[in-house]
T-cell receptor
Framework: KAGVTQTPRYLIKTRGQQVTLSCSPI?????VSWYQQTPGQGLQFLFE???????NKGNFPGRFSGRQFSNSRSEMNVSTLELGDSALYLC?????????????FGPGTRLTVT | ELKVEQNPLFLSMQEGKNYTIYCNYS?????LYWYRQDPGKSLESLFV?????AVKQEGRLMASLDTKARLSTLHITAAVHDLSATYFC?????????????FGDGTTLTVKP
């Protein structure tokens, strides 16, 4: 069974630009969560999507948004990039029909904002 | 607001020694997850603890959960260099849904020969 995939793996953007990251969950998984990891703030929850609906949202500004498609693939978008958005963005997928017991993480997208 | 605290944050051990990493959390939960992260890599799921008193072992690592004390431990037995990594515990914000989890700050373990 293929694992969680994320594209691109590395990205360099300039302040003020926007970026879209993609995540393909494990086949059959309907929940996709996004996390931001930085040395200063650690791992922080961004949002979770389940069956194309945002189920949970973390404490991030509106510049961070996401969506999920009918095939469970998810994208997250960051507009008007700031230097502080430089981070490793991790996507995690979970199985089950509603209750999710375990998350499987993708390799991450490392975003550098200059 | 759920808070998850790990200690120690940094741990340097000699090969062959035993040690325990502690994970405390602030609100009721009967589920807890442990992950391992190697430098520059993603998170690898180690243990999923689903009830009070749960104990799981894999090789030299053993994890346990005490929901009454809101405490989980990750015990390392006879450490080897390959165990050097950062270990995170995570608690689901909503008891039954792992999709939104709060992570501890991580414990960076270095095992020296």
């Amino acid at each position: 069974k293929a694992g969680v995939t994320q594209t691109p793996r590395y990205l360099i953007k300039t302040r003020g630009q926007q970026v879209t990251l993609s995540c393909s969950p494990i086949s059959g998984h309907r929940s996709v969560s996004w996390y931001q990891q930085t040395p200063g703030q650690g791992l922080q929850f961004l949002f979770e999507y389940f069956s194309e609906t945002q189920r949970n949202k973390g404490n991030f500004p509106g510049r961070f948004s996401g969506r999920q498609f009918s095939n469970s693939r998810s994208e997250m978008n960051v507009s008007t990039l700031e230097l502080g958005d430089s981070a490793l963005y991790l996507c995690a997928s979970s199985g089950g029909t509603g209750v999710t017991y375990e998350q499987y993480f993708g390799p991450g997208t490392r975003l550098t904002v200059t | 607001e759920l808070k998850v605290e790990q200690n120690p944050l940094f741990l340097s051990m000699q090969e062959g020694k035993n040690y325990t990493i502690y994970c405390n959390y602030s609100t009721t939960s009967d589920r807890l997850y442990w992950y391992r992260q190697d430098p520059g890599k993603s998170l690898e799921s180690l243990f999923v603890l689903l009830s009070n008193g749960a104990v799981k072992q894999e090789g030299r690592l053993m994890a346990s959960l005490d929901t009454k004390a809101r405490l989980s431990t990750l015990h390392i037995t006879a450490a080897v260099h390959d165990l050097s990594a950062t270990y995170f515990c995570a608690v689901p914000t909503y008891n039954t849904n792992a999709g939104k989890s709060t992570f501890g700050d991580g414990t960076t373990l270095t095992v020296k020969p």
